[in-house]
């Protein structure tokens, strides 16, 4: 969850205040945590978006420094169009270390049931990934940012290899509405046949476009994009969504979202679901001099 100031004109300061049974223990000590840190950040949020929360296209701001965001429910349901359901959880925790820069930290846990394989469950690698906003949004120019990612192999679904991605993201706001433009391409070996990990695609290009409600504290959002599969003999895949942000209170924003691969290997229908907390621990910030 991202944040930002708003001025009139619709200018923005930068900074963004990012407000299975397998999963129960993990998401109970998350939100004890939480429930012990100190609380500092109270901007309104719900016109923030990250990647996935709720569409894959997201916008140019960083969490605020200083601040955490958690996203402490963030649920994926994906049915292709062969019967089989896939469920993913990936709770993410992300930090404004340094000016417009946020590091943050990703663990998806995956269940797959096949239509005619046994279910399985575990692990699909480790996100670390560090994002800067290199400007502030002008009358003239776009809010732009880069975005560096690394997934690693661990876990049993996780891919045999480490990929890097490398993403920009442009930013610009109108009076009726806000667009959104991300591009990234992915370094790494080309995978064996058997082991070509599905959420890691060779290179993604995309456009949103989102509405805010600011009277009802919600946002819809509404994105295209096409990815190059890792074997480059595979068709590109396109994908539609749509999803809807609300400010449930100064320090929660919920998110909900419907896609649809369109073409592929592997077309079907996506449910997504999150739920994100921000908040500051009071001595993590600086001590000022009297």
Known sequence: MKGRIRLPGNRHLVGRERPARYGVAYLGMVVGVLSTATTGFTQTD????????????????PVERYAFEAQVAPLLLQRSDDGAYEWEFEPELAYGILPRTHIEFGLPIRYKDAAEDDASMGIGGLDVSLFHNLNVETAGYPAFAVSAKVL???????????????KGIATRTFSFSRFHLNGEYTFGARPGSDSAPTEVSRWMAGIAVDKTFPI??????ADVYVEQPLHEEEALVWT????????????????AGIGRRMTGDDPGWFLTFGAARVFAVRWLFPVRQQ
């Open 240 to 255: 539609v969504e749509a999803g809807t942000r609300y400010q449930l209170n100064p320090f929660f924003a919920l998110d």
């Open 152 to 166: 690693l192999p661990v876990g049993g679904f996780a891919p045999d290899a480490t990929y890097t991605s490398l």
């Open 46 to 61: 719900y016109y923030n978006t990250d990647a996935g929360r709720p569409v894959r296209v997201e916008d140019a701001f």
């Open 216 to 221: 009802n504290a919600a946002l819809l959002i």
